[in-house]
């Protein structure tokens, strides 16, 4: 396996822990839309709660604690095999400016993806940001498959 070029590793390194930070975000996200609508998963919760919630219930399908729920849940299906893939691209000495691009653009697509699914819902904004992510994806996947066949 080749080595990685360190200018491209500072690169997936710090747009990669601008994505860890962005995808930890989403836990107050959540929590803060269970404490507005007053919503929580386990009854445990509710009965800590109770003195400072007291008309919490447990309640396991309020649609904008769900919203939430479902955009984290999008992230982990396509940020985590983003981190794997994009590891093993950049062992196939892709282009710099290449590497950069994708990796960055990649990064900006699932942060416009959880603003427009999760903190002011609107399409077609959404699909398109997955969309990109997801070709990105595509791409380093076919090519390092193309790269170690």
Known sequence: MANI????????GFWGSILVLKMLAMIPLTARQ???KQVFANPGDVTMLKNSVPKGKVVYDDPDVERVRRAHLNDLENIVPWFIITYIW?????SIVLAKVLIRTFVLSRIVHTLSY???PQQPLRAISFFVGFGILGFEALTSLLHYS
């Open 34 to 36: 269970r404490f507005r």
């Open 118 to 120: 999760a903190v002011m």
């Open 90 to 94: 950049l062992c196939t000495e892709p």
């Open 5 to 12: 070029n360190p200018e491209i590793l500072k690169v997936f």
